[in-house]
């Protein structure tokens, strides 16, 4: 199994700062596209951010200018990094990535358990 662990959550005043970790653990035997989700109380999930293996990155327009979105692939570790947080950016985030078990298994994509983002006003 393949195991994916959020740290950095928290609270933060609007205009502040959070960096967000993602590590991939147990057997794998490569990692394609990984990336942060969120979901707000009420509100479906939504994608914030994707990276692909070769670094390739994409952004929800809500978050573009403020989030970057980077990996360590040698650490099996995807990075969030919030900056000018605002109070609609609170939310549940969750970060996912396509993994591959062995050589010769299948695709799956993992998910995370979620760390609290919360942005007071």
């Known amino acids: 199994q393949v195991q994916l662990v959020e740290s950095g959550g928290g609270l933060v005043q609007s205009g502040g700062s959070l960096r967000l970790s993602c590590a991939a653990s147990?057997?794998?035997?490569?990692?394609?596209?990984m990336g942060w989700y969120r979901q707000a109380p009420g509100k479906q999930r939504e994608l914030v951010a994707g990276?692909?293996?070769?670094?390739?990155?994409n952004y929800a327009d809500s978050v573009k200018g403020r989030f970057t979105i980077s990996r360590d692939n040698a650490k099996n570790t995807v990075y969030l990094q919030m900056n000018s947080l605002k109070p609609e950016d609170t939310a549940v985030y969750y970060c996912?990535?396509?993994?591959?078990?062995?050589?010769?298994?299948?695709?799956?994509?993992?998910w995370g358990q979620g760390t609290q983002v919360t942005v007071s006003s």
């Open positions: 996912n990535a396509d993994a591959q078990r062995t050589l010769y298994g299948t695709r799956q994509v993992y």
């Open positions: 147990g057997r794998i035997f490569s990692i394609g596209s």
């Open positions: 990276i692909t293996s070769s670094s390739s990155t």
